[in-house]
């Protein structure tokens, strides 16, 4: 009768050439295997996961949409410990930041027409300001957005210099999106009874967080701002410099 016992050497040579695969991941010079870079692509497909149950499946949707976004401030860690930040990096990351929030506006559009404005804008501010912020920032050679002029906007300055307030905004209003879509299938686990009535934990959150989704509102609305000032001096440079080449 055949053993059905794993050999210890067997064991041994399995587990170094896991270590070397991983090692080997480590020291790679192609951008597109970097780890935080393999935290976005899981990001993705979490995000499109939560797509696809959108419409009927809140619990699955609201899983797999959070997790993508607290796997956000993961892949910022790996990429600053394991020494992996690249243009790229900083780019897709920020794609998948806006093409989320967005897809979850376009469902919330279908869920309150009545508030299918206020959704349009708000995805409509958040992408072109993060755009051109972007943009801006790479024009003027830096290595990430979140990289700014000390001297410049003191709002902006601690958004991006307190890795608490940042993620204290990003989260806030993602759970306050998140809220607006679970309202939508009910109000969740009464938390407080007044007479009749019974406000529910999803309402609650949404509650306690509404401060900070028009905060971070406000900030979009800064980086528009902002973003603009700078591509305009960069305009006013670049005149200036081709009106004394001629």
């Given amino acids: 009768m055949a053993s059905t016992t794993t050999s210890p050497v067997r064991k041994v040579s399995s587990e170094t050439q896991t270590i070397d695969s991983l090692d080997a991941l480590l020291k790679t010079n192609n951008i597109f295997l970097f780890i935080p870079n393999i935290i976005g692509y899981l990001r993705v497909f979490l995000s499109i996961v939560s797509f696809y149950f959108m419409p009927t499946h809140p619990k699955i949707t609201i899983f797999c949409y959070l997790t993508s976004e607290l796997l ?22 920020m794609l998948i930041d806006r093409c989320s929030t967005m897809c979850l506006c376009f469902v919330l559009a279908m869920f309150y027409p009545k508030w299918a404005l206020f959704f349009q804008l708000w995805a409509a501010i958040d992408v072109a300001s993060h755009w051109l912020h972007l943009h801006a ?25 307190s890795r608490k307030v940042l993620f204290t905004m990003c989260a806030g209003n993602e759970l306050w999106f998140s809220m607006i879509y679970m309202i939508h299938f009910g109000e969740g686990p009464a938390v407080l009874t007044i007479g009749k009535y019974a406000i529910g934990l999803w309402r609650v959150i949404l509650y306690a967080v509404t401060p900070i989704m028009v905060g971070k509102q406000i900030i979009s609305l800064i980086h528009l701002y902002t973003a603009s000032l700078d591509m305009a001096a960069l305009d006013e440079a670049e005149r200036a410099k081709n009106a004394k080449a001629k």
């Fill in 72 to 93: 956000d401030a993961l892949d910022g860690h790996a990429a600053r410990a394991l020494g992996q930040s690249t243009k790229f990096g900083a780019m897709f990351d």
């Fill in 137 to 161: 920032a790479t024009v003027k050679g830096s290595e990430s957005h979140k990289k700014i002029d000390l001297s410049g906007n003191p709002i902006l300055r601690l958004y991006y210099t």
